[in-house]
């Protein structure tokens, strides 16, 4: 490969040519990121970004180059007069290509990425053959890469730090009169499983506490069966069938209705939210439209690195192998709160409206110390997953072993969380907010452990997926220990939070929970089409909605499939009531609601 | 892709499709690129056949 005579680089000529690449291909991921952000929906639920990238992504890069380079340089001692600059760049450039353009996972296949990194480790062979001196001159430029890399990471910082002041800035001069909002989601909180609603295990002492406190609403539903859907209603006040967050092809929240966060800021409240679920109350969801001050990624290291695509790849295809399958960076509850009170001592003296979500139940079911355990069953389950392929098959569910097991993980995962929201809520005492604060705790969705068939949530709408908590607790006008039975619906928070505040609800046309006017309607929850779902999930043949009432739970699938359960006798939804001729005008009734209620969805359409 | 642990195990089952077309195109350029000089010297000779011809 080299000209005859001519000695090959030097160890430290090739060191720092890694470094280069390192620093030079990080950058250009940081802007990748930051360019697909600026398109709705061009970064999926795993892609999500923020300013810091312009620092770490060439941090870790010119760190992980450099291993690469040591390597080679090593082994470049034994062929000493081979190119090994052209050598390392091809495989660096190689690498950079295939990373680069399987960031954003839809636009380009695994197989397309690896042909693109190829081909630009190609053009990087010849480039470099025609042209020996460009290595020296490559490492004399080193220290200006260094140095403007780490000043457009800066500035990038600095940049969204004055976004977020502008935003505080923009807020009405004067301060609203109204109590604090403190809403909080526990995501993947099925209502069954809290001593509050009747479960035989004590998984929730704090929270059955903070129900007394207030008012309770027994039969509450998400609007969707999965988190980005629901906390889209949960914002907007809409069912899915209006904002269509998280359909098929539309993974964010659309520009179409104003949220609760921007309608508190317009009144004058400083917003914030907290979100430990980075992957779809992530800002890339647009799910943080509203909020001035906005928290989901880079508060841990472990998520740091899967904001780089390598790290990413590490994160999600390496690390499990050895055992480390717990979503990477995961905040547990004293990470929220932690983050929430810092926020809070350096906030001004005005109300607050605050979002958390705690994403300490959510699967996999790791219940940290001390917790785990409490509920028995073997430990040796924690963290194993099972052969997910065979969930594609009709006939097959976990053992039952295994999902009782995942269920005791779950309920001391329950168990955890709880205490950490009694911290957060000693803490609002101490600090004398308890008073003057509104709590509005709800969830998402809830989670299956095989009924009906089904794992996870998304999949279905039984009540196991879409039955909820919702407590309020504000003692100037909430009334406490009262347990409502009115089946109510989550999106009908912004309307509530809205009059509690003492402000307007004309922006969430969705009745108050606590309005006085028609408590009959049936509660509507939906679930759209998800490709690359097991086919034995309703979700992958078509839209699936439901009805809840006081007594009735009535679920249509798109293909015409109808279920019709009799809560009142049968909670646990095993008897389908809908194929018997006496039931025969009221599934007829309810599909008639279904019709009126998502008009757009009955209209035929080709996917 | 597919029912792997990253959709699955993470319980995260987003509405992601992967376009085909896109990759088809990225595919065809990266080949492109491994291949520049035969395509190129390709290119070359069918022009130079024409050139000759007239
Ligand atoms: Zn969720």
Known sequence: MSPAGQIGPHFSQLLALGVWLGLAYGFLEALEFFVLGLVPGALAWRNGNSAPVFLVAPAFYAACYLLVAVIVALVSRLVPRWRWDIVLAAVLVTLSGYLGASLQGQIFSPLASVILGLGMGAVTIRFMRGRPNLLPKLVRTLPWLVTGTAAVGLVALAAAAARERAAFAALPDSAPRGPNVLLIVLDTQRADHLGFHGYDRP???????????????????????????????????????????GEFRRPFLGRGFVTLAEAMAEAGYVTAGFSANPFWVGRQTRINRGFVHWEDFYLKPGDALVRTVLGRKIAYELLPKFGEIDIPGRMRVEDINRRFFSW????????????????????????????AGTFGGSLSHVGKTIDLGAVTDETQVPP??????????????????????????????????EDNTVIVLTADHGESFGEHGMIYHGNGLHRDQVHVPLVIRYSPAVASGVRDSTPVGIHQI????????????????????????????????EVGFRSQVPASWPTSRGWVKSLTTA????????????????????????????????????????????VRMAPSDFQPRGR | MGLNLLNLGLFYVGPETLLPLTSVLGAIGGLLMIFWRQVSGAFRRVVGLFSRRR
């Open chain 1, 551 to 594: 007594r009735w739970h009535f679920i249509l699938h798109e293909e015409g499939d109808r279920e019709l359960y009799d809560l009142t006798n049968d909670p646990g939804e095993s008897i389908n009531l809908a194929a018997r001729a006496e039931y025969a005008d009221t599934v007829q009734d309810f599909r008639t609601i279904l």
């Open chain 1, 494 to 525: 912004p309307a509530t939070v809205m009059q509690l505040a003492g402000l307007s609800t004309e922006d969430f046309p969705t009745p108050s929970l606590f309005s006085s006017a028609d408590r009959e309607t049936p509660v509507l929850a």
């Open chain 1, 400 to 433: 039952p072993e295994l999902l009782r097991d995942w269920a005791n993980r779950y309920d001391e995962s329950i168990l955890s969380l709880d205490a950490g929201i009694g911290d957060l809520l000693t803490e609002l005492g101490r600090r004398g907010l």
């Open chain 1, 203 to 245: 998984t929730s002492p704090q929270l059955d506490a903070l129900a007394a406190q207030g008012t309770m609403f027994e039969n509450a539903t998400s609007s969707s069966s999965w988190t980005l859907p629901s906390h889209a209603s949960l914002f907007t006040g809409r069912p899915v069938n209006e904002h269509r967050a």
């Open chain 1, 344 to 371: 809070l001592d350096g906030s001004e003296r005005r109300p607050f409206f605050a979002f958390l979500n705690y994403l300490d139940v959510h699967g996999p079911y790791l219940p940290p110390p001390p917790h």
